[in-house]
Structure formats: structure tokens, C-alpha cells
């Protein structure tokens, strides 16, 4: 079989951004392993990465973002030669789409597009429209739709919007559900035992990006209410500090070297969001972080959410202040239903939402009828 070259154009470095790492960076080695070959390209490069989010080198990180537009004419130039052109959210972070339609206007590239969340929304928090947000062009992404190839997108929302840009445009885009997936032989291979030791205190759990960090005020309260009743640590993993005001608070810096064994530690995990069109785009991979670890998880029941975390089974739905507070109270009770709980998550993340599950799907992304080399040499009903 011929090889197919792969080139990947994606906001940030290897190793770096979550998305990345879930959405395809996990995958990298059934590519190798199935006659793929493949080139990554970032708009960001690492020291501007590690600067863009935080405050001052303005400068810096002007010359930074100038010199991601600069590299995308070399990409292109690159992408000559690739069979697919995956694009991870955006090629630019600003501005028109102008190296998709280079890609697929001229050069005539089969893009495979990508998608983890409501990106085409002006914004998470407010549909007031600044310079800031008409800078951002997120309606751009309705443009990409129409002219992909394939469009990959990560729970079943996204996908009935994708699929109604490209009708609306005309396009011939086949959308593919290719859901966020935990590697749970090589990754979270940890498993959490819920039997605490004498003094032992109970680990409620957060984790997430400095951009998620404002769905804790919803949940900040009622946190609040049960240290008067319960002696626990609320530990929040993050890349930004929120200092919040809560007498067993703990920060845990996250760190893509500890991270397993930084969230293992946790009891009970938390997932709260608004009920809004943003929150229906999102993946829900906080959810199945925790239930790969065995964690059970309290979320808010808004889209694939509903899914990943089964009422009463693999963790609880809570909407109002009331139910958040049963749930916490219940599983911080009770050592065997959090023991259930975790057991029954890890089946679900291993039988739907693992990386060893949906490998096939993910491949069929750059073929037709795909059939991984392993499955093709096993024999028939195995």
C-alpha cells in the first residue's frame, strides 16, 4: 500500500495544549503503524506559547504571533506534497481563513477539519461583539466547513452544526463524530482505591484550562457550606492559580509530566457548567479523565455530558445548588457506591471513549472503509 502523507497544521507546540494531545497527538503511532507518514506544523512556537497567556512582553508576543503568519506561507508551501491536510480548530487565530482557502481552492487539498468545541460562537461568556471578537472571525469556521473534505468533531451537537454549514454552503463535507478518547493502557493507567486510611480525608477534584476556571463560581458556595459539615480537600489542577477562599483549598500546578498522578488522588471529581450553547459544544473530558482514574463525577447535565457520566451509575447530575449539595453529600458518605461508581466509569470510558475503541473511526478520517492492519490480519468474529 502506497504511503499517505499527513500534514497537521495546529495552533500550538507537540505536547503542549490538551486538545491536541486528545484530539490526534494520541494517535500518532497507529498512523506510523498503518503506512502513514506525516509532518506537524504550529502557528505558536514554544517560547511564545509560553509567554501569550501571561501578563507583559507585549512585544514579544506581537513578534510571536507575526512570525506564525510568516511560517503558514512555508506550511503551505509544504502541504504541496500531503495527501490530507488535518487542521486542528483554525490554521490562523486571526483574521480571515485566508491558508484554507488556499489549501482548497488552490491547491486543491482534501482538508480533514477538527473540532472540540462550539468555536464558531463570538464567545463563551457574551454575544457582545467588540473588535476584539470581529478580529477573531469565529463565523470563519462556517467557511472551513464548506470546504473540507471531511470534518471530525468531538459529540453529537457539533456535529448537526457542522453538518448545517455545509448544507447551507453547499459543501460535500462528510462529518465524522470522533469523540475525545483517554488512552487508558498507556496513559491513565492508574486506578483509584477508595478505602481511606485512618485521618484520611476525602479529595473532591477540578481540573481544567485558566479559561474554565470561572464555571468554579457556581460551585464555589456550595463548597462552602459543607466545610461547616465535612473535613475534605477541594484540590484544583490548573495552569493558573484561582486562590479561592476556602479553608482546605489546595493549587496543583499542572504539569504534563504528574498530571495522572496529581488527579489520582481525587475522590470525587467535579465538571459544572453553564447551560448555554458553549457548554453543549463541550467534550466532556474532564468526565472521562475522572472515570478512567475510577473517580465517580458530579456534572452539570448539559450535552455529551449526559452521556459520558450515567445518572446514579458512573457519577450524578446536578443543576441546581440543592443537587450539587446531595451529590457531594452522598458520595463523600459512602466509600462503596464511589467504589461502584469509579468501577462502572472505567468499563465506559474503556468500552466507548478510549483511544483503543475508536482508533478505527479516527483512521477512517484520512480513507474510505478503513481497516487497521491489526483487524485485518485477525480473523472474522473474534
Known amino acids: 500500500m502506497k504511503t499517505k502523507h499527513i500534514v497537521f497544521l495546529v495552533p500550538y507546540p507537540f505536547d503542549i495544549a490538551p486538545g491536541q494531545r486528545f484530539r490526534y497527538e494520541q494517535y500518532l503511532e497507529a498512523l506510523r503503524e498503518n503506512d502513514f507518514s506525516f509532518e506537524i506544523f504550529s502557528f505558536l512556537d514554544e517560547k511564545t506559547n509560553r509567554i501569550l497567556y501571561k501578563k507583559g512582553n507585549t512585544l514579544q508576543k506581537v513578534w510571536g504571533v507575526l512570525k506564525g503568519y510568516f511560517k503558514r506561507l512555508f506550511h503551505i508551501w509544504a502541504a504541496q506534497k500531503a495527501d490530507f491536510v488535518f487542521i486542528y480548530r483554525e490554521a490562523t487565530p486571526l483574521g480571515a481563513p485566508w491558508v484554507e482557502w488556499f489549501l482548497a481552492k488552490i491547491l486543491r487539498k482534501k482538508i480533514i477539519y477538527d473540532f472540540d468545541d462550539a468555536i464558531w460562537i463570538e464567545t463563551a461568556q457574551t454575544e457582545k461583539k467588540t473588535w476584539k471578537h470581529r478580529l477573531r472571525n469565529a463565523p470563519k469556521v462556517k467557511k472551513i466547513c464548506v470546504w473540507s473534505y471531511k470534518i471530525s468533531v468531538g459529540n453529537a451537537f457539533l456535529k448537526q452544526n457542522a453538518e448545517t454549514f455545509v448544507k447551507a454552503g453547499a459543501g460535500r463535507a462528510q462529518v465524522i463524530l470522533n ?204
Not at 483511544?355 to 485485518?376: C, G, H, M, Y
Open 179 to 382: 469523540p475525545t478518547t483517554i488512552d487508558t493502557v498507556y496513559k491513565h493507567n492508574l486506578y483509584k482505591n477508595q478505602t481511606l486510611s485512618a485521618g484520611e480525608k476525602i479529595v473532591i477534584v477540578w481540573t481544567g484550562s485558566h479559561s474554565t476556571l470561572l464555571y468554579l463560581d457556581l460551585i464555589l458556595p456550595i463548597l462552602a457550606e459543607l466545610e461547616q459539615e465535612f473535613d475534605f480537600i477541594f484540590r484544583v489542577i490548573c495552569d493558573k492559580n484561582p486562590n479561592l477562599p476556602l479553608k482546605n483549598f489546595e493549587f496543583c500546578a499542572w504539569n504534563a509530566q504528574t498530571e495522572i498522578e496529581d488527579l489520582v488522588v481525587g475522590n470525587i471529581g467535579l465538571m459544572p457548567l453553564k447551560t448555554d450553547a458553549w457548554s453543549e459544544g463541550k467534550c466532556g473530558f474532564k468526565a472521562l479523565q475522572y472515570l478512567a482514574l475510577g473517580i465517580p463525577a458530579i456534572v452539570s447535565p448539559v450535552g455529551v455530558n449526559c452521556q459520558i457520566v450515567q445518572q446514579g451509575q458512573t457519577g450524578f447530575w446536578a443543576t441546581t445548588s440543592a443537587e450539587w449539595k446531595q451529590a457531594l453529600q452522598t458520595l463523600m458518605q459512602d466509600a462503596n457506591l464511589r467504589t461502584e461508581m469509579g468501577r462502572k466509569g472505567r468499563e465506559l470510558v474503556e468500552k466507548r471513549y478510549s483511544v483503543q475503541a475508536n482508533t478505527a473511526n479516527f483512521l477512517s478520517l484520512f480513507t474510505t472503509d478503513f481497516i487497521t492492519k491489526k483487524e485485518e490480519s485477525s480473523p472474522i468474529g473474534s
